[in-house]
């Protein structure tokens, strides 16, 4: 009988799998070592059968996130790929979902929160400038990493329109107590408005520990949205008030602009300056350190390695590449390990020095200037560590077909009347998404997760209105 092959054998040599620490509507994340570098990554594991008409949202994310490269966004490091799995490995976060965080305190102090917010405004802000909207954010999206970090993880709904960011689009995404008031009503909307309003429900599940709209029935919840009408607990001061209002508007022509959020007194108060969103990666040229300790390592020229890691190929190459990396940012030594066979044991096929040895191999690279990968894996786009790097001017976003509210609510997740969607095989009920392909007139809103109103005791509210 054949032997069974494992469908994590692509992974032997590169990295030592451990538990499974989360899963989502497509994927299982489990940690691991990477082993040449002894250093943690999250994998995240997707069945290519599973996924089905899903299948092109997931590399609609992979592409996405080749270009993107933020303290608060989470790396990309490598893409392996088989007949039946896709493996992303990615930068680990190892203390959990903003959503937890704030459901353990019952919600933040302000100064906490705008800590988080100012994190947050800084990725919004990088994103966009690179053309791209997120359009699920919301706090499962939004991992901590073991400095208190955010990283915005999940880009499998992004909005990368070829017109840039001023282009309208159509298809309704993300989780319907996040979507924005247009977004809801079917119409046409700018990806970053949209991603502005998300940010204010976020802002406000940080303040308060309740979602401002919310509603079992979805019709009623949209109603709410479109309405714009939500309580202010007392505890929320003027300053928090006046922000939420800002972000808050039925009107995308009246909400804030992510460039005025950065400066707004609110997220500069008791902070020395408004935000940043520049990367601190370095996005033109390799780390010349990183390159030599390869290079020394695999007993190749600096010129070889070099040039091996600007084809971008997100291969073991690329990861030890950017862990490296990692290492000299957070002030660590940069070394490849070297695993030394005990004696009388039989070495690996596939030990990682060879499997980086095979990467350097590959025949010459097309030239290509030394900088960040693009979706065809290489090109300047900034993806590797120093403390240099720019924000491009913030372009806005795309078009699409217009859904009616109707058709949405009998479509969405959960309240479908589609049994395909229904039986739908995905973990967790909560992160569940119906198949959805482009960016064409199909929904794709998931379920809240954030406690709702009623959920904990509060003190009285004041409505407000739009
Ligand atoms: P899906 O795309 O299927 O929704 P996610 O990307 O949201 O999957 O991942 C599912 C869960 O796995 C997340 O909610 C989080 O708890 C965990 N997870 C995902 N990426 C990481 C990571 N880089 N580090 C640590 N945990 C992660």
Same mark, same amino acid.
């Given at each position: ?10 992974? !032997? ?126 706090? !499962?999206? =939004? ?11 999940? /880009? ?12 309208? =689009? ?34 406000? %599940? ?6 401002? /709209? ?12 479109? %309405?714009?009408?939500?309580?202010? $607990? ?9 922000? =939420? ?42 780390? !010349? ?29 690329? %990861?030890?590449? /950017? ?9 660590? $030594? ?7 066979? $005990? ?102 809103? %998931? ?20």
């Amino acid at each position: 009988m054949p032997q069974q092959v494992s469908p994590y054998a692509i992974l !032997e040599g590169q990295y030592e799998l451990h538990e499974t620490i989360g899963s989502g509507g497509f994927a299982k994340v489990k940690v691991a070592t990477h082993i040449l570098s002894g250093e943690k990554v999250a994998v995240k594991i997707m069945d290519k059968r599973q996924l089905g008409d899903d299948l092109p949202r997931i590399y609609l994310e992979i592409e996405a996130m080749k270009q993107l490269s933020h303290q608060h966004v989470c790396k990309l490091y490598q893409v392996l790929e088989t007949e039946t799995k896709i493996f992303m490995v990615l930068e680990y976060c190892p203390g959990g979902e903003l959503f937890d965080y704030i459901v353990e305190r019952d919600r933040l102090e302000e100064d906490e929160a705008r800590l988080f917010f100012r994190q947050i405004a800084s990725a919004v802000a990088y994103i966009h400038s690179m053309g791209y909207a997120h359009r699920d954010l919301k706090p !499962e999206n =939004l991992l901590l990493d073991d400095d208190q970090q955010l990283k915005l993880i999940d /880009f499998g709904l992004c909005a990368n329109p070829a017109g840039g960011m001023d282009q309208r =689009l159509a298809t309704c995404c993300g989780s319907p107590a996040y979507a924005a008031p247009e977004l809801v009503s079917g119409h046409q909307y700018l990806g970053s408005e949209a991603d502005i309003w998300s940010m204010g429900v976020l802002l406000y %599940a940080l303040l308060c520990g309740f979602l401002p /709209f919310d509603d079992e029935n979805l019709g009623a919840l949209y109603r709410k949205i479109q %309405a714009g009408v939500y309580e202010k $607990p007392e505890w929320l001061s003027a300053g928090s008030r006046d922000f =939420l209002h800002t972000m808050l508007q039925v009107d995308p022509k009246r909400r804030i602009t992510i460039t005025q959020l950065l400066n707004h007194p609110w997220i500069v108060l008791g902070q020395p300056h408004g935000v940043d969103a520049t990367s601190k990666y370095k996005t033109c040229g390799v780390d !010349e350190d990183v390159i030599t300790e390869i290079a020394v390592h695999q007993g190749k020229s600096r010129v070889a390695v070099r040039q091996a890691v600007c084809r971008w190929s997100y291969d073991y190459l690329t %990861a030890t590449y /950017f862990l490296l990396v990692t290492q000299k940012m957070k002030g660590k $030594p940069i070394r490849l390990i070297q695993k030394v066979t $005990p004696l009388g044991e039989i070495p690996s096929q596939r030990t990682p020095a060879r499997c980086l040895m095979e990467q350097l191999n590959k025949e010459k690279p097309v030239d290509v200037p030394c900088g960040m990968p693009n979706s065809l894996g290489n090109s300047p786009r900034g993806l590797h560590t120093s403390l240099e790097g720019g924000l491009d001017d913030i372009d806005l976003l795309s078009i699409c077909k217009v859904t009616p509210i109707d058709q949405l609510v009998d479509k969405v997740v959960g309240k479908t009347t589609n049994p395909e969607l229904e039986l739908t095989p995905l973990v967790s009920p909560k992160k569940r998404r119906p198949p959805s392909v482009g960016d064409d007139d199909k929904e794709n809103f %998931a379920q809240p997760r954030v406690p709702t109103p009623g959920h904990k005791s509060r003190k009285k509210a004041t409505p407000s209105t739009p």
